[in-house]
């Protein structure tokens, strides 16, 4: 693409799939001769990877478009992801819009400046392929998407259709990308997907294989799962991370309804007994586990009896951080046809009753942690103060020198205040 002058900036929307991809995006782009900018600046093409997992973040991305091109009318915007997969229609009708790139599309790398000269605004998707991405954070922690696409059916949910069938990359093809990433120095991997849980379906390949192989991985010093669903994170996955000697002990697992009867009908494939006994289990078998929780409030069955159920099981549950949603209708969902619509004023009142609930439960964890020592990996230095992630997601900040950013050290908690945990570095 022999373009040396032409700038890009890209956005990202959503999920740390949307990040690992526009990563991906971004490196290729500069390798082909593009110049990277950030995306306040001017730019000749401005890339948007969108969501659309709710309304809202449709009207986010739309908000972004408008305000993009206000600013620079002269410059080209290319629309991708989940939302562009979903509504190319909708979007193509924004002003500014100079294309609209399915999913897969969106790799096609060298087709970029082309597309920007082509008369048609939007291209079609192919689902079938996988595609493996990655993100970098300083070269200390990288999100890998090993796992794209979803099988489920839940009956609000519109990414099985924007993502397309459930499908992985290979377990050697991901292993030799990780030791690419621990070579350059990366110290964390999370690794993530739409429904990760399904990983190498089709390949005669599963999670726990994938999990084995990267504990043998020379160099890599720890890495992560992102949010995995309940029925898919089984026994022998659970034991193996209880023995893991790289393994952190930190899941995200949705619940989204504590009541069985808005479960069923949200065509979720577990129980609010099954839930309430994973978790149960988890802290049983993995000590001092943050456990974080997706809850979609306001769905269109929800009673008030289904939602004190809903808070009455997370008050019990020994969790660490609520995610709270509040629903809204998606087309062609099964849900968006339901009656008995939640009024906005319920579902906000329920979700600020539950965000005040994840405070309380989060404040309790951190304090249960507080005069205890932590392995943190430092990702950031300002003005003499560094912080990093705990090995149980603890953010801790603590005063020392630039030179152990992309470290792993020992820190005393020590203070818990205004939402920031205080941290004393061990000498040895």
């Given amino acids: 693409m022999s373009s040396p002058y032409l700038k890009f900036a890209y956005h990202t929307f959503g999920c740390k799939v949307n990040f690992a991809d526009s990563c991906l995006i971004s490196r290729e782009l500069i390798k082909e001769g593009l110049s990277q900018v950030n995306i306040k600046d001017q730019a000749d093409i401005y890339i948007l990877n969108t969501c659309s997992v709710t309304e809202n973040a449709d009207k986010k991305a739309q908000k972004f478009i408008k305000k993009l091109h206000l600013k620079y009318p002269q410059s080209k915007i290319i629309v991708t992801g989940c939302y562009a997969q979903l509504k190319p229609k909708e979007i193509s009708e924004i002003k500014g819009v100079s294309k ?45 998407k090993i796992q794209d696409g979803c099988d489920y059916i839940c009956s609000y949910c519109t990414i099985p259709r924007a993502r397309g069938k459930s499908r992985s990359g290979k377990i050697n093809e991901i292993i030799n990308v990780i030791k690419e990433l621990v070579n350059n120095g ?37 890495y992560r799962i992102s949010s995995i669903e309940p029925n898919l994170l089984n026994d022998d996955i659970i034991y193996f991370l209880s023995k893991s ?53 306001g769905y269109p069955i929800e009673e008030e009896k289904n939602f004190l159920e809903t808070y009455s099981l997370v008050s019990e549950l020994d969790i660490s951080y609520l995610h709270v949603f509040s629903y809204s209708d998606r087309s062609n969902t099964y849900a968006n046809g339901l009656v008995n619509k939640v009024s906005d004023e319920d579902k906000k009142y329920r979700r600020k009753l539950l965000q005040q609930l994840s405070r309380s439960k989060f404040s309790s964890y951190i304090n249960k942690n507080l005069n205890s020592s932590k392995r943190v990996l430092f990702e950031n230095y300002n003005n003499g103060i560094l912080d990093g992630l705990t090995e149980n997601y603890i953010r801790v900040y603590s005063r020392g020198d630039k030179t152990l950013i992309n470290q792993i050290k ?19």
Avoid at 109 to 128: C, G, V
Avoid at 190 to 212: A, C, P, R, T
Avoid at 410 to 427: Q, S
Wanted: a positive charge; one cysteine or more; aromatic letters at 8%.
């Fill in 100 to 144: 609209v790139i399915g999913l897969n599309d969106k790799f096609n790398f060298k087709e970029y400046y082309n597309l920007i000269n082509d008369d048609s605004i939007t291209r079609k998707l192919n689902t079938n392929k996988f595609q493996i991405s990655y993100s970098l954070s300083e070269r200390v922690r990288a999100f890998i």
């Fill in 186 to 222: 990366t110290k964390e991997i999370i690794m993530s997907g739409i429904n990760i849980g399904d990983f190498g379906k089709g390949n005669n390949e599963n999670l726990l294989d994938l999990l084995k192989a990267i504990e043998l991985i020379e160099g890599l010093q720890r």
């Fill in 245 to 297: 000697k790289k393994a952190l002990p930190h899941l995200h697992i949705p619940l989204q309804s504590g009541s069985d009867k808005v479960l069923k009908n949200m065509r979720r494939r577990y129980s609010v007994s099954y839930y309430k006994k994973l978790i149960n289990k988890l802290n049983k078998i993995i000590p001092n586990v943050c456990i974080g929780v997706d809850v979609i409030v």
């Fill in 410 to 428: 020992e820190v005393n908690l020590i203070k818990y205040k205004n939402n920031d945990v205080n941290g004393e570095l061990i000498v040895r």
